[in-house]
């Protein structure tokens, strides 16, 4: 897995640029992931990406955007509007995750 | 006598019963199967009745046909499973109690999950053929189908047996183009993922072959309604798909016997570990087939594969002793491609479908991410190797675990990373 250098300091990434190593992630670094993917942080925001990393901790995987909307509170239409397109990708990406299973 | 009971009689709880029951001595273990009513569908064949090909008499049998002397088979639905107490409930009040439980209750289509799906148009200009009775509606439909805009659509993963809809599509495409109407028909393949299919490599492989056929691609299409009156499919994020004719997989979910035992996630699966099946809460709960949470395709081939693994370390189990097989994720599936040529694709939890040849390196029979028509009739005699050997519970001639042997890594161009997309 490649190494990249992320808001000053050195974090492990896959191929697509999604962090592989839960405890490389930090609130400065989701504003900087964020950026990169054109979105800007806003309280909605964080709380999405705040129960996708304590989710995260419990279950020992990424929530998908049905379980955002189910125990996160979150209406997967809300998710398309915070996060254009793509919200379960981008949704992971920022909070420092793997992309949600459903994908096999 | 200890007790062995397992709810559902699809593919792996047929399977898994007949398995055991040539292990565990009948002096010693009673085994139990219960499913709701007595017919056992060869769901595979399900996509090819709409067109015709199959008829009817094909894809259904009694399931007691299946289920070898020493098991009882009771049919009744299950209300709930007390796993505190070891109980299992039926509706009607009987009662089973059980030493180890397996839960094999699979997955079903739930059309009721999205607005307007299963509302004024539904077998109307709105189908599915994930079950019998969708499949047939559907044939009736096709005989007389004018033409206009056919939409494929998969409203959210995961989905049983997730090339099926792609199977749907080429085989509709070859349907229109034999019936010479394929100039007037329009197709488009609606889905919420990020292309044709999951993986890198397969996916480029299967949009090429839409591309080729003519047939649009709609990705990262997460429907919220349909719209009856308009017929379109309507996103979350307000992107419009019309219709004349959907065909559409609708939201799949376990039984909700699951959830109200509260042993089901969001979509009603059980969670358990992905190498054993064991459920992380109860030790004598197991989950195989469609029923469980593991991240594999949800497909009879991974049923299959799963039950060597499952046979080992029950068998273990029940002596005492620790659990040493894990489960690798092996799938195995032909995608049917249409005027009499199938693909096959072979992967597990890490490694994706890539090209080459399977089972043998080099003279295959089978070729893997290629159209030919050896695959094609792997696919056509792969029904008569379900009721004579996968249900009886008898050895394929293949390995449960994948092997890379025959595989090629033609090094695909890199993903490209997120960021440089929108």
């Not at chain 1, 999604?18 to 992630?25: K, V, Y």
């Not at chain 2, 397996?102 to 079950?131: C, K, N």
């Not at chain 2, 299919?197 to 072959?209: C, E, I, N, Q, R």
């Not at chain 2, 394929?396 to 929108?422: E, F, N, Q, W, Y």
């Amino acid at each position: 897995m490649p190494i990249t250098m992320l808001n000053g300091k050195d974090v492990h990434v896959n191929d697509e640029g999604f962090l592989t190593e839960f405890d490389d992630w930090d609130e400065g670094l989701a504003a900087v992931l964020a950026e990169q993917i054109g979105i800007d942080l806003t309280d909605a925001h964080w709380k999405v990406i705040r129960f996708l990393r304590e989710d995260y901790r419990a279950q020992g995987e990424t929530a998908t955007t049905r379980r955002v909307h189910t125990v996160g509170g979150v209406p997967v239409k809300e998710q398309f509007a915070l996060f254009p397109k793509k919200p379960g990708k981008k949704m992971s990406y920022i909070a420092g995750l793997p992309k949600p299973h459903g994908c096999v | 006598m200890q007790r062995l009971l397992v709810l559902g009689a699809g593919t792996a709880g047929t399977m898994v019963v007949n398995r055991l029951r040539s292990k565990l001595p009948v002096s010693e273990w009673t085994i139990t199967v219960v499913d709701a009513d007595d017919t056992h569908y060869y769901q595979p064949g399900f996509l090819f009745l709409p067109f015709g090909a199959y008829r009817p008499e094909q894809v259904v049998r009694p399931r007691r046909q299946s289920i070898k002397a020493g098991i009882e088979l009771v049919t009744a639905e299950v209300d709930r499973v007390d796993p505190t107490a070891d109980r299992v409930q039926l509706v009607g009040g009987r009662v089973l109690e059980y030493d180890y439980l397996v839960i094999a209750t699979g997955t079903s289509p739930r059309p009721d999950q999205t607005p307007g799906m299963a509302e004024a148009l539904w077998h109307e200009s709105i189908h599915e053929f994930y079950t019998y009775e969708g499949a047939m509606a559907l044939r009736e439909k096709l005989r007389t189908w004018p033409g206009g805009r056919l939409v494929v659509h998969v409203t959210e993963m995961p989905i049983k047996c997730p090339v099926a809809p792609l199977e749907f599509t080429f085989l509709a495409d070859a349907f229109f183009r034999e019936n010479g109407l394929r100039d007037r028909v329009d197709i488009t393949y609606v889905t919420p993922l990020e292309g044709a299919f999951t993986k890198p490599v397969s996916s480029a492989h299967l949009g090429d072959m839409l591309n080729k056929r003519g047939i649009g691609l709609e990705p990262d299409f997460v429907v919220e309604r349909i719209d009856t009156d308009t017929s379109a499919l309507v996103s979350y994020d307000e992107r419009e798909v019309p219709f004349d004719l959907l065909v559409t997989v609708p939201v799949n979910m376990g039984a909700d016997f699951v959830a109200r035992s509260g042993l089901g996630d969001d979509l009603n699966y059980v969670h358990v570990d992905k190498q054993t099946f064991q459920s992380e809460k109860f030790d004598n709960i197991f989950a195989l087939g469609d029923a469980s949470d593991i991240p594999a395709s949800k497909a009879g081939s991974v049923a299959h594969f799963a039950m060597d693994v499952f046979e080992r370390n029950f068998l273990s189990l029940v002596r005492g002793e620790p659990m040493r097989a894990e489960f690798d994720g092996h799938a195995n599936c032909f995608i049917e491609s249409g005027r009499g040529k199938g693909m096959l694709i072979d992967f597990n939890y890490v490694t994706e479908p890539l090209p080459g040849t399977y089972p043998l390196p080099t003279v295959g029979p089978f070729s893997l991410l290629r159209e030919t028509r050896v695959n094609h009739w792997g696919k056509l005699f792969f029904r008569w190797i379900y009721w004579n050997v996968l249900l009886p519970g008898r050895q394929l001639p293949v390995p449960a675990r994948m092997s890379m042997a025959g595989k090629r890594h033609d090094a695909p161009a890199a993903p490209t990373p997120i960021a440089a997309k929108d």
